[in-house]
Nanobody, 117 residues
Framework: QVQLVESGGGLVQAGGSLRLSCAAS????????MSWYRQAPGKMRELVAT???????NYAGSVKGRFTISRDNAKNTVYLQMNSLKPEDTARYYC???????????WGKGTLVTVSS
């Protein structure tokens, strides 16, 4: 059983930057896909960014050009670099991963990002 633990959230002014980290308790080498989701109060959880085991990335249109997802297999960590933050980026950000041929799904508990105007 792998645990995913997010960190790096906080309060930032609009236009600022934050880097979120998702540390896995085990190896992420076997994770086919790792993603960041977010959920704002009163809204559905939405996909923000995805990175595959091969390093391919995909982004939601609302964050493309501002956010960058990356993974460091040696550190068992996935990152989300967030630049030019907007108040509408305020949400709890969750790390998600799909592991191995059995396609086991894992979620972290989230880290809160608040962007003030």
């Amino acid at each position: 059983q792998v645990q995913l633990v997010e960190s790096g959230g906080g309060l930032v002014q609009a236009g600022g930057s934050l880097r979120l980290s998702c540390a896995a308790s085990g190896s992420i080498f076997s994770f086919n896909v790792m993603s960041w989701y977010r959920q704002a109060p009163g809204k559905m959880r939405e996909l923000v960014a995805t990175i595959t085991s091969g390093g391919s990335t995909n982004y939601a249109g609302s964050v493309k050009g501002r956010f960058t997802i990356s993974r460091d297999n040696a550190k068992n960590t996935v990152y989300l670099q967030m630049n030019s933050l907007k108040p509408e980026d305020t949400a709890r950000y969750y790390c998600y991963g799909v592991q191995g041929t059995m396609m086991v799904h894992y979620w972290g508990k989230g880290t809160l990002v608040t962007v003030s105007s």
